[in-house]
């Protein structure tokens, strides 16, 4: 039998998706199988210190607790790093793995600094021929010049789990969504309402059938905007694999790949469309989506038959160099 490998499994961070962070990773800990995978739990907090395993404070202070983590994190054989949102799937967390000389799993660095900001998604997307909806960049220094001409949705710019999001449907929402959404980040996207149909899709890097696209997702909604309240709170339905036409299938596979690979993506991700009458538009691309069970990109994978603890184990050969990842397959 194969020695086990150490994977640190890291959660947490210092933004909004904080508790969502947690989630993934008690999640990802208790599904690996221990008989292939001894994990090793670090958490960050919000004020930046981290935790080790058993939950016991590594150091006294942030810049000791930072040296005790990358000494744990050297001692592993791969990361996992379950963060969502700024520092941390922005690529900041990729680039402390890369400094530490340890694999990790997902996208590398500037792939995650990438997709993280929707404004410079949004110039990849155009120049490799993947639809957007109209949109503008704003700033504080821009408010006073935002006029309300038709409804629009109000994003930051690099906030996940849907922080900060609203739709604007009439003059007097405008400043105030703005306003809010420059709490959360110093540049804010506002863009065109799409009219389609909401359907996500989900790029593996798998070590046993090489890049893939999983089955399709399609979130339902009685009204309104698949925001941070209707992501948790259970009135969101989702149908896998989403009904589609061999037309609507392969555009939309085509379009998820080439975004995929012109930011750089590597391990997994989750791109999002609107399904227009005119094809899919891309809404945003999501290099660490969320990985409970009960996440999004794991019900598309098991709509085909693979577990959540195989897509996991996946997951973490796909880090690996060859030799190794053909050595750990889960029997």
């Known amino acids: 039998m194969n020695e086990r490998l150490r994977v640190a499994v890291v959660g947490g961070g210092q933004n909004s998706e904080h508790e969502v962070s947690l989630a993934s990773a008690a999640s990802a800990r208790a599904a690996l199988d221990p008989d292939t995978y001894e994990t090793v739990a670090l958490t960050i907090l919000r004020d930046g210190s981290w935790l080790g395993p058993d939950d016991q404070p590594l150091g006294s202070a942030a810049g000791e607790s930072l040296a005790a983590a990358l000494t744990v994190l050297a001692s592993c054989d791969v990361v996992l790093p379950l963060l969502h949102g700024p520092r941390g799937e922005d690529g900041t967390l990729a680039a402390l793995c890369e400094l530490a000389g340890v694999p990790y799993v997902g996208a590398p660095v500037r792939a995650g600094a990438l997709a993280m900001d929707k404004w410079a998604t949004k110039q ?30 109000v994003k930051p710019i690099a906030a996940g789990s849907s922080f900060g999001v609203r739709l604007v449907e009439t003059a007097e929402q405008l400043q105030p969504a703005l306003r809010a959404a420059l709490e959360l980040d110093e540049r804010v996207l506002v863009e065109h309402t799409a009219a389609g149909r909401e359907i996500d899709l989900a790029v593996l890097d798998d070590p046993e059938h090489g890049r893939r696209v999983g089955p399709p997702l399609e979130i339902l909604l009685d009204d309104g905007l698949f925001d941070n309240t209707t992501k948790y709170d259970g009135t969101a339905a989702f149908t896998v694999p989403a009904q589609l036409t061999d037309a609507e299938s392969t555009a939309l596979t085509e379009s998820a790949l080439r975004m995929y690979e012109a930011l750089g993506c590597r391990g997994i991700a989750r791109v999002d469309f609107f399904l227009t009458p005119e094809g899919p538009v891309l809404n945003e691309v999501n290099t660490m989506p969320g990985m409970t069970a009960e996440s999004q990109v794991p019900k598309m994978f098991a709509a085909e038959g693979m577990t959540y603890p195989d897509l996991l184990d996946r997951l973490v050969r796909s880090s690996l160099p060859a030799g190794n990842a053909q050595a750990q397959v889960v029997r």
């Open 124 to 153: 990849v997307a155009e120049a490799v021929g993947v639809r957007t909806v109209a949109g503008e960049l704003v700033t504080a220094a821009d408010l006073p010049t935002v006029v309300f001409e038709r409804p629009v949705v």
